[in-house]
């Protein structure tokens, strides 16, 4: 993956985080003002029950805390609540309203409390143990908003800066009558630590989660597509042709959902007879014996013209033979992409798509030039991608029991001779598509008689190149044998051609210790006895 595909993977995945901060923070918002105004409320009460006591015991009514602070905090967060329950704010509007909250919260805390403060040079001032408050209310605003919403550790910190240099102002503008006072200021910025230590463990764990849901949906959907995608890729193979002269059978097995292998077939229409000549009809002479009728005396004389059209024939490239039985002509071409993967599946829908141009253009090319084609088109479009191709393609006549192929810098197809068992190679007559342009692709066809119950095949090197334990490869020899000993056994048995291709791949298999490592695709063409 490149630097530019890792950032957009980076950038994708911080939208969906904040996608998901935003659905919930807003009633992650709710839940924690209600529960700030729960608990001022409990501390009212027993505010109140700290009041009522006093005055029965000692006559003299006295509040930690003025309570005008606390209904003040109610307020603030009821009103925050409404704004938030009523507007439609975005995910930092609600975050910054949460830190002036905090901020807000511990300046009203610090105006009500009686530190005894003086400025310095001043009088000596009075200690008082109530300082304790303001840092219940700065635990109890930063803590629970650290706790219930889904604050990153930056956005944890910033109330406490504020907040840093406030109590920096008190200490240095002040005088104080003992430690108490002054060690609370100091160490009221760091009963931010807590709430930072919730936001950095909980939103670590969130991405996290995060992360693997995402995954699971993303593989789910993948796997969805990838399934898609193969029923699309396979459709675009052709079905195999169990009766007529020509019979073809084919086993591909991808890498992975879908890969870079593909088998196209081409059935040629039979050339037609150029239509007669068409004439226009004559009009009938008139007998001289009935005269004529009394319109036609009104009519002046006409001119009738025997017109003879003719229809020039339409210019058919020339077939291979012209004997009627060649009407079961058949063109078969395999490729090989170049990689693995969705990848190498788009460029052989590309590819499929060209084949269908040209043998609609030119039903009856020969395979040289039908690799020529080819090959420029890969060389315009695919190949300044890096991605190139190999090719054999092969037509059989069934009236003229003619075979011409060739092949583009791709495994040698395998003749074999019925007759006598032997194995013919069809070497390749070019190199691979799209590494050269249109002068330097020097392409030819080769032609070969084929009998009723010869066979040929052609594959992909996904079957040669099958490693074993001990990780040597299979190798072309020794698949030529493997392939010579399968249809030698079938040989005369009328077995169906897809059976012989089952047993052949079968070998290959138990071969190979697992899965494939690349794309097999294996084809068979035989003539019918």
Same mark, same amino acid.
């Given at each position: 993956?490149?630097?530019?595909?890792?950032?957009?993977?980076?950038?994708?995945?911080?939208?969906?985080?904040?996608?998901?901060?935003?659905?919930?923070?807003?009633?992650?918002?709710?839940?924690?003002?209600?529960?700030?105004? =729960?608990?001022?409320?409990?501390?009212? #009460?027993?505010?109140?029950?700290?009041?009522?006591?006093?005055?029965?015991?000692?006559?003299?009514?006295?509040?930690?805390?003025?309570?005008?602070?606390?209904?003040?905090?109610?307020?603030?967060?009821? #009103?925050?609540?409404?704004?938030?329950?009523?507007?439609?704010?975005?995910?930092?509007?609600?975050?910054?309203?949460?830190?002036?909250?905090?901020?807000?919260?511990?300046?009203?805390?610090?105006?009500?409390?009686?530190?005894?403060? !003086?400025?310095?040079?001043?009088?000596?001032?009075?200690?008082?143990?109530?300082?304790?408050?303001?840092?219940?209310?700065?635990?109890?605003? *930063?803590?629970?908003?650290?706790?219930?919403?889904?604050?990153?550790?930056?956005?944890?910190?910033?109330?406490?800066?504020?907040?840093?240099?406030?109590?920096?102002?008190?200490?240095?503008?002040?005088?104080?009558?003992?430690?108490?006072?002054?060690?609370?200021?100091?160490?009221?910025?760091?009963?931010?630590?807590?709430?930072?230590?919730?936001?950095?463990? &909980?939103?670590?764990?969130?991405?996290?989660?995060?992360?693997?849901?995402?995954?699971?949906?993303?593989?789910?959907?993948?796997?969805?597509?990838?399934?898609?995608?193969?029923?699309?890729?396979?459709?675009?193979?052709? !079905?195999?042709?169990?009766?007529?002269?020509?019979?073809?059978?084919?086993?591909?097995?991808?890498?992975?959902?879908?890969?870079?292998?593909?088998?196209?077939?081409?059935?040629?229409?039979?050339?037609?007879?150029?239509?007669?000549?068409?004439? =226009?009809?004559?009009?009938?002479?008139?007998?001289?014996?009935?005269?004529?009728? !009394?319109?036609?005396?009104?009519?002046?004389?006409?001119?009738?013209?025997?017109?003879?059209?003719?229809?020039?024939?339409?210019?058919?490239?020339?077939?291979?033979?012209?004997?009627?039985?060649?009407?079961?002509?058949?063109?078969?071409?395999?490729?090989?992409?170049?990689?693995?993967?969705?990848?190498?599946?788009?460029?052989?829908?590309?590819?499929?798509?060209?084949?269908?141009?040209?043998?609609?253009?030119?039903?009856?090319?020969?395979?040289?030039?039908?690799?020529?084609?080819?090959?420029?088109?890969?060389?315009?479009?695919?190949?300044? *991608?890096?991605?190139?191709?190999?090719?054999?393609?092969?037509?059989?006549?069934?009236?003229?029991?003619?075979?011409?192929?060739?092949?583009?810098?791709?495994?040698? #197809? =395998?003749?074999?001779?019925?007759?006598?068992?032997?194995?013919? &190679?069809?070497?390749?007559?070019?190199?691979?598509? #799209?590494?050269?342009?249109?002068?330097?692709?020097?392409?030819?066809?080769?032609?070969?008689?084929?009998?009723?119950?010869?066979?040929?095949?052609?594959?992909?090197?996904?079957?040669?190149?099958?490693?074993?334990?001990?990780?040597?490869?299979?190798? *072309?020899?020794?698949?030529?044998?493997?392939?010579? &000993?399968?249809?030698?056994?079938?040989?005369?048995?009328?077995?169906?051609?897809?059976?012989?291709?089952?047993?052949?791949?079968?070998?290959?298999?138990?071969?190979?210790?697992?899965?494939?490592?690349?794309?097999?695709?294996?084809?068979?063409?035989?003539? !019918?006895?």
């Amino acid at each position: 993956m490149s630097a530019k595909q890792e950032d957009a993977a980076l950038h994708e995945f911080d939208q969906q985080i904040e996608q998901n901060r935003r659905l919930w923070l807003r009633t992650r918002f709710l839940w924690y003002g209600s529960l700030v105004i =729960l608990l001022t409320l409990v501390d009212i #009460g027993l505010l109140l029950l700290n009041i009522w006591e006093r005055s029965t015991m000692a006559g003299t009514p006295h509040a930690d805390l003025p309570t005008w602070i606390l209904a003040w905090r109610i307020v603030l967060f009821g #009103g925050a609540m409404f704004y938030v329950a009523r507007a439609s704010l975005e995910t930092g509007q609600v975050i910054r309203l949460a830190s002036w909250l905090i901020v807000l919260t511990v300046i009203s805390s610090l105006i009500g409390e009686d530190y005894g403060l !003086k400025p310095r040079g001043g009088l000596v001032i009075r200690p008082s143990h109530e300082t304790w408050n303001i840092l219940q209310a700065f635990v109890l605003t *930063h803590f629970l908003a650290c706790l219930l919403l889904p604050l990153t550790p930056r956005e944890a910190i910033r109330p406490i800066l504020p907040l840093s240099l406030l109590y920096l102002l008190i200490i240095v503008s002040v005088e104080f009558e003992g430690v108490s006072n002054l060690v609370a200021l100091v160490l009221a910025p760091f009963l931010g630590l807590p709430g930072l230590a919730v936001c950095w463990v &909980r939103y670590s764990s969130f991405r996290q989660e995060l992360r693997q849901r995402l995954t699971r949906v993303q593989y789910v959907q993948l796997r969805k597509e990838l399934s898609w995608a193969r029923r699309l890729h396979e459709s675009m193979f052709p !079905k195999p042709i169990l009766a007529g002269p020509i019979r073809f059978a084919y086993l591909y097995e991808p890498m992975r959902q879908i890969g870079g292998d593909f088998v196209f077939i081409h059935r040629h229409l039979p050339l037609r007879k150029p239509p007669p000549p068409a004439t =226009l009809p004559v009009p009938p002479a008139e007998s001289e014996e009935s005269g004529p009728s !009394k319109s036609d005396v009104d009519r002046p004389p006409a001119r009738t013209t025997a017109i003879e059209v003719t229809c020039d024939p339409v210019e058919q490239p020339p077939a291979p033979d012209s004997s009627p039985a060649d009407s079961h002509r058949l063109t078969m071409v395999v490729l090989d992409v170049t990689g693995h993967g969705v990848p190498s599946a788009i460029t052989v829908s590309r590819l499929a798509g060209e084949l269908e141009r040209i043998f609609a253009e030119q039903p009856d090319i020969d395979p040289a030039g039908m690799l020529k084609l080819l090959n420029r088109y890969i060389r315009l479009t695919i190949a300044r *991608h890096h991605i190139y191709a190999t090719a054999f393609a092969a037509t059989i006549a069934a009236g003229s029991r003619r075979l011409t192929y060739a092949g583009a810098g791709h495994p040698a #197809g =395998l003749l074999y001779r019925d007759e006598d068992g032997r194995m013919t &190679r069809l070497e390749s007559t070019a190199g691979m598509l #799209g590494l050269f342009e249109d002068d330097e692709f020097d392409c030819r066809s080769l032609h070969h008689t084929i009998e009723p119950g010869d066979v040929l095949l052609a594959y992909t090197d996904g079957l040669t190149e099958v490693r074993d334990e001990k990780g040597s490869q299979l190798g *072309h020899e020794t698949f030529s044998r493997w392939a010579m &000993r399968i249809l030698s056994g079938f040989r005369g048995r009328g077995v169906p051609l897809e059976r012989q291709l089952k047993e052949l791949l079968k070998m290959v298999q138990d071969v190979r210790p697992g899965p494939p490592e690349d794309d097999t695709l294996l084809v068979g063409l035989t003539l !019918k006895r």
